[in-house]
């Protein structure tokens, strides 16, 4: 079956770093977008950042805009994300996620999505 797992979160310090992965299993995604999302205590989960296939067309949300970035290993079918200058307010349990079929659109909204992993947690102390 199709499995996308998470891994790399933790908690540190405000200003900190962290890279979260993505392992892709069952399916060969190299031909889809794949797309981070987050939810915090309380709210929605909301969209993060997104990266097409070909790797050369990435999107961000605001809040994480010169901050993060989303990058991918197709020959390992794995996915990225780089958390730099991180704040408290990032704090988050962290999604992979991926459409049910290959397609060349940056997806944002979380309806375009059908494979979602477990979650990472990330925790952002001040």
């Known amino acids: 079956q199709v499995q996308l797992v998470e891994s790399g979160g933790g908690l540190v310090q405000a200003g900190g770093s962290l890279r979260l992965s993505c392992a892709a299993s069952?399916?060969?995604?190299?031909?889809?977008?794949m797309g981070w999302f987050r939810q915090a205590p309380g709210k929605e989960r909301e969209f993060v950042a997104a990266?097409?296939?070909?790797?050369?067309?990435?999107y961000y949300a605001d809040s994480v805009k010169g901050r993060f970035t989303i990058s991918r290993d197709n020959a390992k079918n794995t996915v990225y994300l780089q958390m730099n200058s991180l704040k408290p307010e990032d704090t988050a349990v962290y999604y992979c996620?991926?459409?049910?079929?290959?397609?060349?659109?940056?997806?944002?909204?979380?309806?375009?999505?059908?494979?979602w992993g477990q979650g990472t947690q990330v925790t952002v102390s001040s």
């Open positions: 996620a991926a459409p049910q079929l290959p397609t060349n659109v940056v997806w944002s909204g979380q309806s375009k999505y059908h494979y």
């Open positions: 069952g399916r060969t995604f190299s031909s889809y977008t």
């Open positions: 990266i097409k296939w070909s790797g050369d067309i990435t």
